[in-house]
């Protein structure tokens, strides 16, 4: 079946880096998504990989490993309105996106 | 209009009723999707629509329908509701093509089926 594994929850300092991690399974690979929920609220689109290596947009990157079936999400500088869900999501062969449950971040002063 | 909307925000239905969630997106975008979001678990799509008057079966169809008549709209109905979907439903949409894993959400319907 296809899978994604992403942490629970997460806790980190105002002002630090913080890594997330993503592993998935899935049947093919077009693609690898990252959006940001904050709580009650829609998701918003973050980033995307498709070829190994590390995407940066601002205080935010992301990296991709397809032979590891490997994401992270680095997030930098982090503020408190960092605080929110980051979901990770992979396109199939189908074209299709495939979820994890999300990682709650929580920031601390 | 700006982006994509969905109405009502927040609805409690009796078992059994009918209901129907609606979705408008001004973007022109052509594909469409309803998500239902529940606390532990991933997005899980219910139905899809690559372009106007076309619609495919998501994760969990069962016990919804949808329609595209133009591509605009996309809405959701729960023919007779029962409690297991109580949920928050995303609709979403997005361009087709290399750019189709970028979806823009609407605000979400927080749905309660006692």
């Known amino acids: 079946g296809q899978n994604i594994d992403q942490p629970t929850e997460m806790t980190a300092t105002e002002g630090a880096i913080v890594q997330i991690n993503c592993t998935y399974q899935?049947?093919?690979?077009?693609?690898l998504f990252w959006y940001q929920q904050h709580a009650g609220e829609a998701p918003t689109f973050l980033s995307y990989?498709?070829l190994d290596g590390l995407e940066e947009k601002g205080r935010f990157s992301s990296f991709l490993s397809r032979s590891k079936g490997y994401s992270y999400l680095l997030l930098k500088e982090l503020q408190m309105k960092d605080s929110a869900s980051y979901l990770c999501a992979v396109m199939d062969s189908n074209y299709q996106l495939i979820w994890g449950a999300g990682t709650k971040l929580i920031i601390k002063p | 209009i700006a982006g994509i909307t969905q109405a009502p925000t927040s609805q409690i239905l009796a078992a059994g009723r009918r209901m129907t969630l609606r979705c408008t997106q001004d973007?022109?975008?052509?594909?469409m999707y309803w998500y239902r979001q529940d606390l532990g678990l991933g997005l899980r799509l219910i139905h899809y629509s690559n372009t106007a008057g076309t619609t495919g079966k998501g994760e969990v169809p069962d016990g919804y329908s949808v329609s595209r008549a133009n591509t605009d709209d996309f809405p959701l109905t729960l023919a007779s509701a029962v409690p297991s979907q109580t949920s928050v439903y995303f609709c979403?949409?997005?361009?087709?093509?290399?750019?189709?894993?970028?979806?823009?959400f609407g605000e979400g319907s927080r749905l309660t089926v006692l």
């Open positions: 973007m022109r975008h052509n594909a």
């Open positions: 899935t049947s093919g690979f077009n693609g």
């Open positions: 979403a949409s997005s361009v087709s093509g290399s750019e189709a894993g970028e979806l823009f």
């Open positions: 990989n498709v």
